[in-house]
């Protein structure tokens, strides 16, 4: 015999089943055509700013446990100081330069880096580089990392580079740098 129609269960709209992969990319995806990101920081807008200055990951490989910490922290900081009523702009950005990159690139060519000009080598790193911007960004997007995706900042950037030149030389026309016998270079 079926008791399931003598009983009276309360009637939801909510799925039994989650259905997480299939909701969260819904999720996202209705946050991005809403532009939630740009409508939080209108709400807010003229008020007191919060900045947070996010240190970027290199670009060389996926994102890893480390790199999801530390985003979704930056993440909460930002959205609770949102929600106390600061204007909060956050700007991802990655490392494009150094060894970590140069090191990938090179195991990813193997012998055809001997045959590669200077030139050549970095403008191959620079490719390797800006494939990972590209997988870390959607990476981050999809754990609900709220930031200014379409303008991130990348230090391969020649007007990133340039304003890091310009800073530079202002440092040392101010005569706080100085060479000396250290094992590491040092600004005072």
């Known amino acids: 015999m079926d008791y ?6 309360p009637q939801t709209d909510f799925p039994m089943k989650a259905n997480l992969p299939v909701k ?9 055509e809403n532009k ?3 409508r939080i920081l ?4 003229g008020k007191p700013t919060f900045v947070l200055h ?7 490989g996926n994102l890893h446990n480390g790199h999801i910490l530390n985003k979704t922290l930056k993440d909460f900081v930002v959205k609770f100081k949102n929600m106390t009523g600061k204007y909060t702009p956050l700007i991802p950005g990655w490392d494009c330069h150094g ?8 195991e990813k060519l193997g012998s055809k880096r001997k045959e590669m000009t200077k030139s050549q080598f970095l403008e191959e790193c620079k490719k390797f580089a800006m494939n990972w911007v590209n997988v870390q960004r959607e990476g981050f997007k999809r754990i609900g990392v709220l930031a200014d995706w379409d303008h991130p900042y990348v230090t391969l950037d020649p ?4 304003c890091i030149a ?22 005072t």
């Not at 060894?99 to 090179?106: C, G, Q, S």
């Not at 530079?168 to 600004?187: I, T």
């Open 42 to 45: 209108e709400q807010n807008e």
């Open 36 to 38: 939630i990101y740009s």
């Open 166 to 187: 310009h800073q530079f030389a202002k440092v040392a026309e101010s005569g706080a740098l100085f060479k000396a016998k250290k094992p590491v270079y040092w600004c």
């Open 54 to 60: 996010d240190g970027p990951p290199y670009a060389n």
């Open 99 to 106: 060894l970590p990159i140069e090191l990938k690139t090179a």
């Open 159 to 162: 007007k990133y580079e340039g």
């Open 4 to 9: 399931s129609k003598t009983l009276n269960l």
């Open 24 to 32: 969260e990319v819904e999720i996202l995806k209705k946050w991005e």
